[in-house]
């Protein structure tokens, strides 16, 4: 059960070509944010004031801004060897895809700067493109954690707070500790115990869900949050109120496509990518929001 968001809609479809016009003029005049250069959002910031579980991007000062069609969100889960299970990605599948994103001049963004972008159409860098994972695997902290470092590119972590330190498969407070201090990552909320929420009987029980996780990653690692991914893309209208009263402000699901300016915020579309995708059918996921089905 979805939203009911044509409020929202219809409003945004007025908005969506203006913003896109001033954005782009600005962009063209040189008044974009940053003017029309790539400076890091860390450069702006003192290591002081840089917040815990917060990607910060350095981006080379010759990168260009403007306001793209579209962006991908690519939803990723697992990383390891599991036969016969398509949603679990090989490491070295995944690093194919990052050499894929470095080679072919991708710049992947932060989650402010996706806010940003469909909600005010600001400029991105060129070529953008959003990298999350769902849960809080392991694998998360010892593979995709340094190899992100590696290629410098920020990405963000949907956390199942309830699962921290679990014995199956993941990580613990410590190793999320070091990860939201390294500021290379975003820490979000992905619920207490994942559950569909708009099966839970009460708003009382979908509010502890939501709320408690952002208190989980208040307490142990000092974040602010303002993102979330629903369990299984599951959701209702009195979930998304639940999350503005929050403090969330943007909320992505498990439907398929890519976000644009003046997308609904609190039902932003995501692309799957699993160990059965190719780099060919990989490619058409970043450029395209009809893209082919597995």
């Known amino acids: 059960m979805k939203a009911l968001s044509k409020g929202w809609k219809k409003a945004a479809a007025a908005a969506a070509a203006v913003l896109l016009f001033s954005a782009s003029v600005s962009a063209l005049t040189g008044c974009a944010p940053e003017g029309n250069k790539a400076a890091s959002s860390a450069a702006a910031v003192s290591d002081a004031q840089l917040k815990p579980g917060t990607a910060y991007v350095k981006r080379d000062p010759s990168v260009t801004y403007s306001v793209p069609e579209g962006v991908s969100i690519l939803m990723y889960h697992m990383i390891g060897n599991i036969p016969n299970n398509a949603a679990v990605m090989t490491e070295a599948n995944l690093?194919?895809?990052?050499?894929?994103?470095?080679?072919?001049?991708?710049?992947?963004?932060?989650?402010?700067?996706?806010?940003?972008?469909?909600?005010?159409?600001?400029?991105?860098?060129?070529?953008?493109?959003?990298?999350?994972?769902?849960?809080?695997?392991?694998?998360?902290?010892t593979i995709v954690y340094p190899m992100?470092?590696?290629?410098?590119?920020?990405?963000?972590?949907?956390?199942?707070?309830?699962?921290?330190?679990?014995?199956?498969?993941?990580m613990t407070w410590d190793q999320l500790k070091e990860m939201a201090d390294s500021h290379t990552v975003t820490i979000a909320n992905h619920t207490?115990?994942?559950?569909?929420?708009?099966?839970?009987?009460?708003?009382?029980?979908?509010?502890?869900?939501?709320?408690?996780?952002?208190?989980?990653?208040?307490?142990?690692?000092?974040?602010?949050?303002?993102?979330?991914?629903?369990?299984?893309?599951?959701?209702?209208?009195?979930?998304?109120?639940?999350?503005?009263?929050?403090?969330?402000?943007?909320?992505?699901?498990?439907?398929?496509?890519?976000?644009?300016?003046?997308?609904?915020?609190?039902?932003?579309?995501?692309?799957?990518?699993?160990?059965?995708?190719?780099?060919?059918?990989?490619?058409e996921r970043l450029n395209k929001d009809n893209y082919a089905p597995v």
């Open 95 to 141: 690093r194919l895809q990052m050499n894929y994103l470095r080679d072919h001049g991708y710049h992947p963004i932060t989650m402010q700067e996706l806010y940003d972008y469909i909600t005010k159409g600001a400029p991105l860098p060129e070529k953008p493109v959003c990298i999350t994972f769902d849960d809080g695997y392991l694998d998360s902290y």
């Open 192 to 283: 207490l115990s994942h559950p569909k929420l708009h099966n839970l009987a009460t708003a009382k029980e979908k509010e502890k869900e939501i709320v408690e996780a952002n208190q989980a990653l208040k307490y142990h690692l000092g974040i602010d949050n303002a993102w979330l991914a629903y369990p299984y893309g599951d959701y209702d209208d009195q979930v998304v109120e639940i999350c503005k009263k929050a403090g969330i402000k943007m909320a992505v699901t498990t439907d398929s496509g890519r976000v644009h300016v003046g997308s609904y915020p609190y039902e932003l579309k995501r692309v799957y990518i699993g160990n059965d995708i190719s780099l060919a059918r990989f490619s």
């Open 148 to 170: 992100m470092k590696e290629y410098g590119f920020p990405w963000t972590l949907f956390l199942i707070t309830d699962d921290v330190g679990k014995p199956y498969n993941r």
